[in-house]
């Protein structure tokens, strides 16, 4: 119930338009309920006047309204009265069918703006959720939130909440019309709803459970097609093409086993309604056939009370699709708001007092783990760096480089101790303002799905050709531009799938260097390029970096030998430290790297 309470509140500041278009609808019926009455009065007034021996029987106020509109009957003007009937009911469906346009319209374009608001509203979200949100929810997961459990939603706002107002005021109308006419036959004539919505009351509930086994079977689904055309290159590269299709018809089979328990239910379900749609509507036949021959009520007011009848059980039958779409919107909004609930990221905080960083950089006993349970990354860190430093950082996977880097980016807070930059703790300043002043490169760049160019001026949308050009003989891009059929216009596919690794990263480095990073954080960026291209952007690096912190990660020596300091890391903690000269001399971690990598190109050499 809470989750359709929060349904109808997607509707937000478009709930007065849906007030009008419920009113529109609302008088929709009631000229259509009008309807069975011309009919009544057609038969009983017209049809049946001789065999009345022209007295007309006025038993409901409807009726009687209704003979007060009509030119007197009499056996002379018996077609001229019919014609005025014909007139009336074309005047009563051109109301009808203008209301229910105009209603209909109404609620169709407050549906599409709802719709986009909470689209609006729940991908926002998303972008101020913590990193480590992501590291927990598959991203398949949020896009079919984003996609499907939206379109769901707005069906459901845009359909069935106007079936909603449309059979609440056709069983109001039909019921008190009769009601007014014949109580009796009047509530015989509904005797079998209460059973039909008691019926779809349970397939509700039963409904909603299978549903969302089938969106979770869904999520699962969706993660495997994105995996799968992620890393279409591994998959081909291995031949895994048979591996990953019987993957998916496995998962695939799961959510059509959903999908079939949701049938049966369906199967189920409508034809037991029909079965008491059609009792009800045999029951209102039989009654009032009993009526009629008791002259309790006349021929004219059986048709329209079977007439009303119709209306009002046949429409009971729809409750089960709108209950079924229910259910369904209703687990989807449960599985929106779940993301809306989620914390978003707290981006409080000051800048630095000089506007930008100035580089010195303290860890003070940090220590640090992804989860509660979960072993400590970084061990009680300490080191500093002083401003203008290019410090390099080594040691084995799983060492704690990359979180060191994390931390910085304050993507998360150390568990415990403190980190200072130019003197202010980290976790005072805005983090918006400090990712913007930090120039991060990573191993495996991301790249969109759109030109070279488009992909260096992410960050800087105001940039100009000269900027471009500067960046790009930093990071050697212009090196292999020309190559590509479009040069910068060459659109680089998902993820840069045309470009190869080292290119990818070259052009990362391009995008990072045009947002003029106060500190360059380049976590192991170029393992992708030739020592020869490396050597090139470390020069480069050098002018553009001048004055400006650094730090550099790396397991290929030849992109930190230069470095001022290397800190090599191990279990979280910094075991040596010092210049390329100074850890040779040490016979530690670092002389056994760099031992084993002169043999390696050694041997390299001897097999050339």
Not at 449 to 476: C, P, R
Request: aromatic share 10%; charged share 20%.
């Amino acid at each position: 119930m809470q989750n359709l309470r929060k349904l109808f509140a997607v509707l937000d500041r478009w709930k007065g338009s849906y007030l009008f278009a419920g009113s529109l609808l609302i008088l929709a019926i009631f000229v259509q309920m009008l309807e069975p009455k011309m009919l009544q009065v057609a038969i009983d007034g017209v049809v049946l006047f001789k065999e009345n021996q022209g007295q007309i029987t006025k038993q409901d106020p409807v009726a009687a309204q209704i003979y007060a509109v009509l030119p007197s009957i009499n056996s002379e003007n018996l077609s001229w009265v019919l014609i005025c009937i014909g007139s009336l009911l074309v005047v009563i469906a051109s109301i009808k069918s203008l209301s229910l346009f105009a209603g209909k319209a109404i609620a169709a374009s407050s549906t599409e703006k709802a719709a986009k608001s909470l689209r609006d509203k729940l991908f926002g979200h998303i972008q101020l959720l913590p990193l480590s949100h992501f590291s927990k929810v598959p991203s398949a997961d949020m896009i079919q939130r984003c996609t499907g459990d939206i379109t769901t939603v707005r069906t459901f706002i845009g359909e069935q909440i106007v079936e909603v107002i449309r059979f609440t005021a056709i069983f109001c109308s039909a019921f008190t019309l009769m009601y007014i006419t014949f109580p009796l036959y009047a509530f015989i004539c509904i005797a079998i709803v209460p059973l039909i919505l008691i019926t779809a009351a349970i397939f509700f509930q039963k409904e909603s459970v299978v549903w969302q086994e089938h969106e979770k079977a869904q999520d699962k689904l969706t993660g495997i097609i994105q995996e799968n055309l992620s890393g279409i290159r591994v998959v081909q590269a291995f031949a895994k093409e048979d591996y990953e299709i019987e993957k998916f018809v496995k998962q695939n089979i799961e959510k059509r086993k959903m999908g079939l328990k949701n049938v049966n239910l369906q199967a189920l379900f409508w034809p037991f309604s029909d079965f008491l749609v059609n009792a009800q509507i045999s029951v209102s036949i039989l009654a009032g056939a009993y009526f009629v021959l008791n002259q309790q009520i006349s021929l004219g007011e059986f048709v329209s009370f079977l007439t009303y009848s119709i209306m009002v059980t046949w429409p009971m039958r729809g409750i089960g699709r709108i209950v079924s779409q229910a259910g369904m919107a209703a687990v989807a909004m449960e599985r929106i708001q779940q993301v809306l609930d989620a914390k978003e990221e707290d981006y409080t905080g000051k800048q630095l007092p000089q506007g930008k960083i100035l580089g010195n950089i303290e860890f003070r006993n940090v220590s640090f783990q992804y989860t509660e349970d979960g072993p400590k990354i970084l061990n009680d860190l300490s080191f500093s760096i002083n401003t203008g430093e290019n410090i390099a950082i080594m040691g084995a996977p799983g060492a704690g480089k990359s979180t060191i880097i994390a931390l910085l980016a304050r993507f998360y807070e150390p568990t415990t101790g403190e980190i200072f930059l130019d003197g202010t703790p980290l976790n005072q300043l805005d983090k918006s303002w400090l990712r913007k002043r930090l120039g991060i490169v990573e191993q495996k760049p991301f790249l969109f799905s759109t030109t070279v160019k488009n992909n260096i001026f992410y960050q800087k949308q105001s940039a100009n050709e000269a900027d471009l050009k500067a960046v790009a003989d930093a990071s050697t891009v212009s090196s292999f531009i020309q190559k590509l059929t479009k040069g910068y216009d060459t659109v680089v596919g998902e993820k840069g799938v045309t470009l190869s690794g080292g290119q990818k990263q070259r052009v990362a480095l391009a995008r990072t260097l045009l947002g003029e990073p106060d500190v360059l954080i380049l976590d192991d960026s170029t393992s992708a390029i030739d020592t020869e291209t490396e050597y090139k952007i470390q020069q480069a690096l050098k002018q553009t970096m001048k004055d400006k912190t650094s730090l550099i990660i790396a397991h290929r020596l030849t992109s930190i030998q230069q470095a001022d300091r290397i800190f090599i890391l191990d279990k979280g903690t910094i075991i040596e430290q010092g210049t390329h000269t100074d850890l040779l001399l040490n016979e530690g971690f670092y002389k056994k790297i760099y031992d084993l990598q002169v043999a390696i190109e050694e041997d390299i050499e001897q097999e050339m």
